[in-house]
Every structure is written in structure tokens, then in C-alpha cells.
């Protein structure tokens, strides 16, 4: 559910989350992986790694090496870790997506038994829901076993009033009842002593307002560079190497940026890739986001702030069915959801994974 901040599963009083809330297992929070935005988060559910390793480090950005840039693309090799699709179909097990970032072209070649595609906003859940149930209802030897999903969550909502606005938790509702119509279908069909429910989101959300060009600043110290810009993390090639001290010092005339050359990220940070990160970055905190140009219409709600100091970054897991306990746990990690899902199916856990199991039952 895109950006449901951790805060939201309590507002429900008779949806999906609150039947969640007392028949299943709910974590504190989720957090997210940074930047925590949506296709870095998503593509780190799906590897259980960080993007210093899978390689999406926005829903846009530059590769140096391929001399390419990469936008909200459906293609799935710029992926650099297996995503748990390609990796379950490796091993002959069907798997199954109703849109989910990288799935929609096969992995290295390995492709997945059902997707679809292209993604569309316009889809509703309700399609979603009926596809999901008649996947289930295949015959057994046809049945995916993992069926990942995105829904709408309160992300563009969000995005376009800010989370004060009452249309946010409308939107929530909506949400949340079409989650208790998925439920009661699986109901329904008494799949739930066999089939296991896991709720997240991919990130939380939080109000800004003041916008940082990027572009200017540079422009003003005459700065040739590519910039490959998020709303929290920048990243900045320069055309000549020469101007790093000159660029580093033009950036940090504006005091609400953090300005670290490549080799100077704190490595606990993982936005260090070898192609994909800028010869500088720029981070900023909330209420501030960078941008390539000014913005007539801003948006009001943003994320990809990191999370270890931004809490409303934090999302949100929730699990239920089999093997489920119900119960409250701490937080957990959005590169934990992978090893859990392989925990769940009893596959083998691969080395690669930076995430450990949640324990469910
Ligand atoms: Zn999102």
C-alpha cells in the first residue's frame, strides 16, 4: 500500500486493519530503506538488499559506466540483485505479480509464470482482488505460490494535499475496506488455513515546504555536471573532475543541504554504488526537497528522507493466515521481507540477502 505511514493501521474502526489488528500479527513499523522512495523500497522488498547493492537508487537516475539514465523504467535488468520472482522460478516454483516495481520484463531471462502489465494507475483494487482470487482458484499444479501486489495506499493523495488534509484518511478507508474484502473473499474460498497474508507499505510520508534548486546553485558557479535528483538525496557528476572543491562549495551556500563527495558517504548510509552514485551528494532533511527546477504547483506530502532520523518515513507490515501468531512486534525492515517470504515457503535463504526472518508464529 504505497506510503501508509506506520500511524495509519490504528485509524481503522471496522476495515482490513483493524480485523488485522486483532486476529493478526502487527509490527510496530517497517522501516524503510533509503532513499525511501518507491522503487528502491519496493526493489529491496523484493532482494532483500539495500540500493547500494540492487542498484535502484530512485524512481529515476544516471548509470555512469552505461552512459544511460533510467526513469520509472519497466525494464528489469537494471535490477543487479535476483528479485525473489526470478528466484522462486529458478527453482520451478510459479510466482505471480499485479504490478510490482522490475516484474513486468523477465530478469537475466528468467521470467515469471504471471504478471501483469503494463502498470496504470487507473487499475482499481477490485481488479486486483478478483485476478488474486482466480490465480488462487487455479488448479494446483498451476497455482503460484507468491503473489505480490501494489496497491494505491495514500501515496498520490498524500503527495497533493499533505497529510492534514481530510482526503488522506478517506483515502485510508478505502483502503482499508477493500483490504477486508480481499480477506473475506480468501474467506470465502477457506483458504486461510493454508495461505498467508503480509500487509506493508513501501514508505511513510511527511509535509514539506521549501524546495532546493539544485540546478541553480550550480548553474550560479558556473558548474558543468549531470544532476540525478530525488526529493532527498542528489547526486551530482561533475563534467570536470576538477571542479569537486569549487561544486562542494557552491552546494553548502545553501545551509539546509549536506554536502559529502563519493568516497565520504557514511557507509552505514548504503548509497555508495559503484556507477549510480554522483561524484558529490546532496541530502536534505524535511520540510525541504530537491529539485532540478522551480515547481508551480508543489507537492505538499514527500517522502525518501532517511529514515534513521525522519520517522514518518517508517511504513508498515502486518501479517495473518497461516502460521501466523497473533501478536505485536518491534520494528522490522523492509529488507527482512524477503527472507521471510522464503522462510514462509520453506526455501533455501541465498547468502545475498541483507535482511533476517521475522518471526511470525
Ligand atoms: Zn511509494
Known amino acids: 500500500m504505497d506510503g501508509l505511514r506506520y500511524d495509519y493501521p490504528e485509524k ?184 498467508t497474508l503480509i500487509v506493508v507499505s513501501d514508505h511513510g510520508m511527511t509535509d514539506i515546504s521549501n524546495l532546493i534548486n539544485i540546478k541553480q546553485l550550480l548553474k550560479q558557479s558556473e558548474i558543468k555536471a549531470k544532476t540525478s535528483l530525488g526529493p532527498a538525496v542528489g547526486h551530482i557528476f561533475l563534467e570536470d573532475k576538477n571542479d569537486l572543491k569549487r561544486a562542494i562549495e557552491a552546494l553548502q551556500k545553501n545551509k539546509f543541504l549536506k554536502v559529502k563527495s563519493k568516497d565520504d558517504i557514511h557507509k552505514d548510509l548504503k548509497l555508495n554504488h559503484p556507477t549510480r552514485t554522483g561524484d558529490i551528494v546532496v541530502f536534505t532533511k524535511s520540510p525541504n526537497m530537491l529539485v532540478s527546477r522551480m515547481n508551480n504547483d508543489p507537492p505538499i506530502g514527500m517522502h525518501g528522507y532517511n529514515p534513521e532520523v525522519n520517522k514518518d518515513m517508517e511504513g508498515i507490515f502486518l501479517a495473518y493466515g497461516y502460521k501466523i501468531k497473533p501478536n505485536k512486534i518491534g520494528k522490522v525492515h523492509q529488507v527482512d521481507v524477503a527472507p521471510t517470504i522464503l522462510n514462509l515457503l520453506q526455501v533455501e535463504i541465498p547468502d545475498y540477502m541483507e535482511g533476517k526472518v521475522i518471526k511470525l508464529d
Open 12 to 195: 481503522s474502526q471496522s476495515g482490513g486493519f483493524s480485523l488485522l489488528a486483532s486476529e493478526g500479527l502487527v509490527a510496530e513499523s517497517l522501516i524503510p530503506v533509503y532513499q525511501s522512495t518507491t522503487f528502491p523500497t519496493h526493489v529491496s522488498m523484493a532482494t532483500g538488499v539495500h540500493p547500494d547493492k540492487h542498484g535502484i537508487m530512485h524512481n529515476s537516475f544516471y548509470d555512469k559506466v552505461k552512459d544511460d539514465s533510467y526513469s520509472y523504467s519497466p525494464e528489469a535488468n537494471w535490477i543487479q540483485i535476483k528479485p525473489i520472482w526470478a528466484y522462486l522460478e529458478e527453482k520451478n516454483i510459479k510466482t505471480a505479480t499485479y504490478f510490482w516495481v522490475g516484474s513486468e520484463t523477465p530478469w537475466n531471462g528468467i521470467d515469471i509464470t504471471y504478471s501483469k502489465f503494463p502498470f496504470s494507475n487507473s487499475v482499481s483494487e477490485e481488479s486486483k482482488i478478483d485476478q488474486i482470487l482466480d490465480w488462487l482458484s487455479l488448479p494446483d499444479d498451476e497455482k503460484p505460490r507468491l503473489i505480490m501486489s501494489w496497491w494505491h495506499g495514500i501515496d498520490s493523495v498524500a503527495h497533493k494535499y499533505g497529510m492534514k488534509d481530510k482526503r488522506v484518511l478517506k483515502k485510508f478507508i478505502d483502503q482499508d475496506q477493500h483490504l477486508l474484502n480481499l480477506i473475506d473473499r480468501i474467506k470465502a474460498r477457506r483458504l486461510w488455513d493454508k495461505l
